[in-house]
């Protein structure tokens, strides 16, 4: 009797599975998406051992869906994208900059560009977006996301040093000077 009732368990639940599992398939197609990119250029540097930037995004606001990484790390005149899964219409806003190293020879670039994705549905359940980008508090549009890091060479930290060392030298010398010649007036 027992191996009626495990029969006729098993063949209800596979009869019943068979109904249930295409009403979840069907589901799954339902869901809009668009994989949304911004593009972002690194310009080259006069570093002889090579530079590597390293760009990072962040969303405004909680509403913004996240990127599928927050961070490029990008070779100088190199090209690299953010890719971000948006499943509903709306207006998403991120900052995009680049993090600052330690390298004492390099200026870091700090700009930060304030983009907005603009995504709209376009009938027949697809999705559509729009990047508007804006360089720190510039009104006028930015057409490409550019950072530029500034290296020094070592010949320019030398110059600067040697010049720093010889302005010290000559105020000393003239306080001393000055020094002479108020003592001999008195």
Known sequence: MKAIRRFMCIVFCSILSLFCLPCAIAHADDIMTAEAEIPV???????????????????VNADSPYPRSDTLQISESGNGKFQIDITEPGTYSYIIYEKAGADDKVSYDSNIYHVTLTVENIGQDKLAYAVTAYRNDETDKAHRLEFRDVVMSDEVTTTVTVSTTLLFMVLV????WFEIFLGSIN
């Open 41 to 59: 250029s690194c310009l080259s540097t006069d570093d002889p051992e090579g530079h590597i930037y390293q760009i990072m995004i962040e969303p």
């Open 173 to 176: 010398c003239k306080l001393f």
